[in-house]
């Protein structure tokens, strides 16, 4: 049982454009969302993360939308850049007293050509 | 200590063989966790451990693995009698006590090839 699914195995953007990431999730207990950045032969890198008690939470240029209702998040990246090419892992968490286990999504290969 | 560590980087086992993979977490975290990532897949979470103890070993195997974080040392997981299908990144991911405000911090993985 996957509870948190990212459709899109991959997308391709112009330089310049906007990239837009798509998660989404299960578990109606996830109170904590989170990206991150995968470049080859490295370990994941936070990105950026969002409150369940939010529905959007800005950095720069990346920005992470939550639609709680519709069980959905996404991750918005503009304008898109060609070092932003990577993989980006959606992770969602139940925070409790035990600690934060992440669970992951299965991936999206952004490819952002000059 | 600038980040987690983990090693080696690349280990390569002969089918039947143990692979011991190692973690040293940033300094101040007492959280470590395991993720495996399979080819073309996401990462999985195998294990949560705390200095002694394993608090969730859900997604562990129920044979041939086990893990431990020791009061001084790193953390190891251990996969005895390699199969192929062990083939995969090995994650290992720190945190301080109760946070979340930005995840874990990972570690640049240990890649394993069973032959």
């Known amino acids: 049982d996957q509870q948190v699914k990212q459709n899109s195995p991959s997308l391709s953007v112009q330089e310049g454009r906007i990239s837009i990431l798509n998660c989404d999730y299960t578990?109606?207990?996830?109170?904590?969302f989170l990206w991150y950045k995968k470049y080859p032969a490295e370990g994941p890198t936070f990105l950026i993360s969002?409150?369940?008690?939010?529905d959007k939470n800005e950095d720069g240029r990346f920005t992470v939308f939550l639609n709680k209702s519709a069980k959905h998040l996404s991750l918005h990246i503009v304008p898109s850049q060609p070092g932003d090419s990577a993989v980006y892992f959606c992770?969602?968490?139940?925070?409790?007293?035990?600690?934060?286990?992440?669970?992951f999504g299965g991936g999206t290969r952004l490819m952002v050509k000059p | 200590n600038a980040g987690v560590m983990q090693n080696p980087r690349h280990l390569v086992r002969r089918r039947g063989q143990e692979a011991r993979l190692r973690c040293s977490p940033m300094?101040?975290?007492?959280?470590v966790y395991w993720y495996r990532q399979l080819p073309e897949e996401g990462l999985k979470f195998m294990v949560y451990?705390?200095?002694?103890?394993?608090?969730?070993e859900s997604g562990m195997p129920k044979e041939r693995f086990s893990a431990e974080f020791p009061k001084e040392g790193p953390s190891i997981l251990r996969i005895q009698q390699v199969v192929r299908g062990d083939s995969a990144a090995y994650f290992c991911?720190?945190?301080?006590?109760?946070?979340?405000?930005?995840?874990?911090?990972f570690g640049s993985g240990t890649r394993l090839t069973v032959v």
């Open positions: 578990n109606s207990m996830f109170d904590y």
């Open positions: 991911a720190s945190s301080p006590l109760h946070s979340s405000s930005d995840g874990y911090t």
């Open positions: 300094k101040g975290h007492s959280h």
């Open positions: 451990l705390q200095k002694e103890n394993i608090i969730d």
């Open positions: 992770a969602a968490s139940v925070t409790n007293n035990a600690g934060n286990m992440l669970t």
């Open positions: 969002i409150s369940s008690i939010k």
